[in-house]
């Protein structure tokens, strides 16, 4: 495709050890200065300009993630996002240039990962990438040393080892976002855990800059699993709830 740049230099990496990140954006500006950090981080990395380049991109090149722009032309990120995951899944962080709540719930229902509002600095742009891919690295160990059983809270059922959630049996699709999220919770049920500590366990953020990136997935969560399960407390975090023994 002609309009699809590609880049295998990187920084000391092993040979074959780079990882591919596609990055989707109609901009020019914003899609040099992301590229070239990525690059100087030892990525490689493809770019696309549109909706149908971006999908045929993604089947042809097989990236480990991709950076996806909301706004694009021919289709936008959020159809984008729906057809690369039906084809194979893929750790999507969403760019937006709009601060809107809505956005988000409806990027991270098609399965995106994560969500930036423009302007964003390229150091968190970058540590968010880290941070998506090593969650890749441990839900694939997870996969071959999965821990035993099936934890069940009331009509609550997450399966560890398929990386399975049930609610009154009907099968839950969650994101792989979601679902470390929901075992975060549910590995204390009842127990109140802080915003900061939820960036912590599950986005291996050490300050509380990500603090919105939490209440979003905490949204998309309850719309997946019921509202009444998860407690807010005001000012602190949130809480699985179980049902009274």
Known sequence: MEHVHTSHTGNAATP??????????????IVEAISARLRAEGFQVQTAPDGPSAV???EAWQPD??????MLPGFDGLEVCRRVQ?????PVLMLTARDDETDMLVGLGVGADDYMTKPFSMREL???????????????????TPRSGILR???LEIDHAQRRVRVRNDDVHLTPTEFDLLVCLANTPRAVLSREQLLAEVWDWTDASGTRTVDSHIKALRRKIGAERIRT???VGYALETPAP
């Open 16 to 29: 074959g050890t780079q990882r591919r990140v596609l990055v989707v954006e109609d901009d020019a500006t």
């Open 153 to 155: 809270l009331g009509e």
């Open 56 to 58: 045929e991109a993604a």
């Open 86 to 90: 039906a084809q194979r899944p893929v």
């Open 233 to 235: 407390v005001h000012g």
């Open 65 to 70: 993630l991709m950076v996806l722009d909301v």
């Open 126 to 144: 970058v540590a968010r990438v880290h941070v998506l891919l090593r969650r890749v690295e441990r839900a694939a160990l997870a996969a071959v």
